[in-house]
């Protein structure tokens, strides 16, 4: 019992330290700013960017901030988390555009794209097409759809899961038609060569080979065998609807067919 309540302590006390450090991190990471050094002669362009991208910064709170006199480019977390979600978004779209499109050697560009994208990679993901020299033709598309963003994610959102919902009836029906005799006798009504209603293809095959051959002895196996691509289907459908992340999908597809 001592050895129980000792545990007991021992795993409140872990806890406890846990949640006070997680605290700490995170208030470490919003208030602390970024810092990233560039060259002399980079300078002046850099600031261009910085002005370009704290337009979409709350008034007095510029979260790029470039000096000549250390050559320096500063990240302010602490400003860039008074941000809303869309005006993040505005902002990295805006920041990451104008780097793109500056006159920094190829070295020092990708060096300050890096830096601005990995201050929040959440959202820089799917923006990585903006490296490319066609950004500004993709950029514009992106803004046009938009508007209809919701719409389309709520639209893929129902398909992907009546696919999902109607696979996994399927998939159950078919593993009790094969595990339950009772059940097969009822679904086949006396007619042994003619597939039952509701049952696929798949599983009625899967039953008739392990019957008339002794290679297939575990039928079960034999139909998951036979139903791997919809089991695929169905794990990419419950990956998407839990993360959510079907633009990362969109951006990384046109990053990569982007020249």
Known sequence: MAKSKFNKYVLAIFLAL??????????????????????????????????????????????????????????SNKNYAKLEHDE???????????????GLNKKQKNKVYNFIAGQDTPITNSMKYLQSDASTDFLEAKKIFDP???????????????IF????????????????????????????NKRPLFVSNEAYTAKKDSEKDSEYK??????????????????????????????????YFVDAFTL
């Open 165 to 192: 919902l109607f696979s996994a009836l399927s998939i159950l029906i078919d593993i009790m038609y094969l595990v339950l005799p009772g059940l097969q006798a009822i679904l086949e009504r006396g007619e042994e």
């Open 88 to 102: 993040k978004e505005d902002f990295m779209e805006a920041a990451l555009s104008a780097t793109t499109k500056s």
């Open 18 to 75: 846990v949640c006070l450090l997680s605290s700490v991190s995170v208030v470490y990471a919003v208030d602390v700013d970024a810092m990233l050094s560039i060259d002399a002669a980079s300078t002046g362009l850099v600031q261009n960017i910085c002005s370009e991208a704290n337009k979409y910064a709350k008034s007095g709170s510029p979260v790029l901030a470039c000096s000549s006199g250390t050559n320096t480019l500063t990240f």
């Open 148 to 162: 209809f963003s919701g719409v389309v994610g709520t639209i893929l959102g129902v398909l992907t899961t009546a």
């Open 218 to 251: 575990n039928v079960l196996s034999l139909y998951i065998k036979r139903r791997i691509g919809l089991i695929i289907a169905m794990a990419i459908c419950i990956g998407y609807l839990i993360s959510g992340k079907m633009y990362d999908v969109i951006a």
